[in-house]
Every structure is written in structure tokens, then in C-alpha cells.
């Protein structure tokens, strides 16, 4: 069986390897075509570099908020099966899920859900 330091020695080696054959893959002088605005093969109508709206990073903070949150009570029903801890796991998927739905709620209230101001 392979020892802690063999694997870490091997997983930094293959780190190192891909990350040179990544650097040294591409032209490091990019020419004007690379360089310019890409619209599905049309001329562009605009500035390519318009900045986006700071309430669709809100939303995608959000989903990703509550996906996690899916993620940490997705465990909890099989605590409830073969766990010992049973009523302390139940109050701490409580308090979770109260203090999401206060920011949720906090949110709404703000007005930070909607999409038009």
C-alpha cells in the first residue's frame, strides 16, 4: 500500500507536469484576431466589455447558497436512521435552515430579489 508521501509526492508531480505542459501549450503572442471581440462571426455592435448586472450575481450567490444547503441536510435522514446523535443533529439542521430563511427573508424585504428597479 502506498504511503502518504508517495501519493502526496505523486499528485504533486503530476500537478507540476500538467501545469508546465498547460503554460507552454499556447502562443504566448496573441495576435489581433485572438485579441478581438467575438460575436458568432459577426462584427461587433458594441463594446464587448459591458459590465453585468450586480443582482444576477445576487441570484447566482443565492442558488448557490441554498444548493449547499441542500447538500448539508441531504446526510441528515440517514443520522436519523443509524446515528446516535439523533436530537442534536435535528437542532442543527434547525438552526440552519431558520438562519437561511431569515437571510431569504432579509433579501425579500430589501428588495434584492427583484429584477427591476
Known sequence: MLTLAYIVGIASTLVLLLLLIGLNLPGLQPDNEKLSAYECGFDPMGNARLPFSLRFFL??????????????ILPYPLEMVYGSYVFFDYWLVVILVVVLTLGLMYEWIKGGLEWTE
Open 59 to 72: 441570484v447566482a450567490i443565492l442558488f448557490l447558497l441554498f444548493d449547499l444547503e441542500i447538500a448539508l
